[in-house]
Every structure is written in structure tokens, then in C-alpha cells.
């Protein structure tokens, strides 16, 4: 069996880890204030969904560039940049909140806005582990440390978030989350990135470098079955904040305090499988796929059942057998 806390013995990931942490309890508590802020005002699932669209759309179109950006420039600045960003807009939501300026409109904005900041984050977040640790055998590792921690705060958030919603309103989650990115800003002033980007790409340019990378994949048969899972997975599951709110609103008739314990459910699950695979190891291509196929079936049963506990259940094991296969392909 191996030590789960195996790559907070290199100081550099300890530092970032720990700083990382806070922020992502407050990122949290924002992705359930948001989507519980836009069913609110407008007990529309449709204009909730453009909502989640306007912050998945620049993931989606700046994606596929972030591997040669992150090539060309200092990653820990683009980190930095990022973090920066999506304090801003939290900071933004949180004003509006509190003075009850906000409207569809600027709301759809400030999504999107976030989207960019987001866009830059998470590729980055994912890049600069292997520059933080001394051995890179301690990878899966740190990966799988990484999603632990994440989905903690995926129980942790949005639990109180909805105590937070049900007693002060949603502002005060908006405005914990601008302060919790203090953790990961401050963090980034005392860590050393080994490889902060070689200028490579400036000289390849970001087309060719772009159509290089999907060559290697297109030839390599387990990085092409990996990146179509990754695809699927990615179009159908993770809406929670859509289905999920939406579910809970509008179908059970949970308050803002169910609705946080349902994420929460999601998020136990999804910590025990982030555990799972930092104990035991990533999973290999066949069980990677026997794991999304079963996802699929437990996430549609949330839909299908009218109980509360049942469907936080099915959450649970959504939430499983998600993280075990994200984190198996992104380890592989």
C-alpha cells in the first residue's frame, strides 16, 4: 500500500498545496452561489444553462492553445495572472450582490469573464505539478494528492455554502471566495518552478505546435482512446452545477441548505475516489472505461429517482467514479 501523503515531502508542492487549499473551498462556495443567484432571479433552467455555457465556451475555444502557451511563457505568472483575475470577478459578484445591482445580463458577462480566467487556470494548475516535485515516479501521486484535496473542498464548500446562503445570502460566499485566492497568491511568491517555459513554442508558432500534439496523440493508441473518454466525459458529465441546481430547485424543492448537501454528496464520493487512486494507483484503459460507462449509468439515475437520499447517493457514486477516471488519464 503507498503513503497518499508521499509528495508533500518535496517542499515546493507542500507550499502550493496548502495554498491551493483555501482557495479552492472558496471556489467552491462560489459555483454553488452562482447557479442558486441565476435560478433566483429567474427560475429559468434554460438561462442557467447559457450561464454555465458562458464559463465553459472559452475553455473550450482557448483550450486546445493553453499546452503552447504554457510552453512560451512562465507559468507560475500565468497562475498568478489567473488567480488575480478570478478574485476580480468574485470581488465584482460580491458587490452586486450586496447592493442587489446584478441583472441577467451582467451576470452572463462576469461568467464568461470568469470562463477566460479559468481557461488559463486549469491547464496551468494541472502542467506545474511535475515542476514542483524533485522525482518524477511521485507524480501519479501528487495528482492524485492534488484531486484529494480538491474534492475535500468539493464536500467542504459546498456544505457551507448552503449555511452561508441560508443565513447571510449568497454575497458573502462570492466575497469569501475573493478573499480565499489571498492562500494561492501568497503561495506562488515561495515557490521555485523548475521548467517556467523554454520559448519554444514562439519559434514553432502556436499552429504548428498545436498540429504536432494532435499528431502524437493520433499515434499513440492509448492517448487517442484516453482523449476520446476525456471527450465524452467532459460533454456529458460535468454539469453539475446546471443539473444538479436545477434538480434540487425545481424537482425536490430543496432549499439552499439541500442543495449544498447534495454537492457535498458529490464531493464525498469524489474524495473516496481520489483516495482510491492515490492508495492503489491509476486504473489502466479497460477498467478507465468500464468506470465511465458505469458513471454514465449512476448519473442518469439521479435524474430518474424523486428522493432526496437516493439521489444523493447516486451523486456519491457519480462523483467516485469520476475522479478515479479523470485521475487515472491525467496520470497516464
Known sequence: MKNPF????YSNFRIYWIGMNLSLIGSWMQSIALPWLVLSITAD??????VAAAQFVPTLLFTPFSGVLLDKFDRKKILLFAQIGMALVASIFAVMSFCEIYSFKKILSLAFASGIFTSLDAP???????????EPQSLPNAIALNSMSFNVARIV???????????????FCFLF???????IIVSLFFIKISSPGSGTASRAGALSSLRAGVSYIAHKRVLSELMLTVLVIATLVPNYNVTISALAKLSLGAD??????????????????ALFIAIFGKLGPRKIWLCA??????????????SFLWAGACLALTGFLFVATSSSINST
Open 293 to 306: 460507462l458505469t458513471m454514465g449509468l449512476s448519473l442518469a439515475l439521479v435524474g430518474a429517482v424523486s
Open 157 to 171: 464548500g459546498p456544505a457551507l455554502a448552503g449555511v452561508v446562503m441560508a443565513l447571510w445570502g449568497v454575497g
Open 45 to 50: 433552467a434554460f438561462k442557467l444553462s447559457l
Open 177 to 183: 471566495n475573493a478573499l480565499s485566492f489571498t492562500g
Open 124 to 134: 496551468t494548475r494541472q502542467s506545474i505539478i511535475k515542476d514542483l516535485l524533485d
Open 256 to 273: 439552499e441548505r439541500s442543495f449544498g448537501y447534495l454537492m457535498s454528496a458529490l464531493g464525498g464520493g469524489a474524495f473516496c475516489g
Open 6 to 9: 508521499l509528495s508533500l515531502k
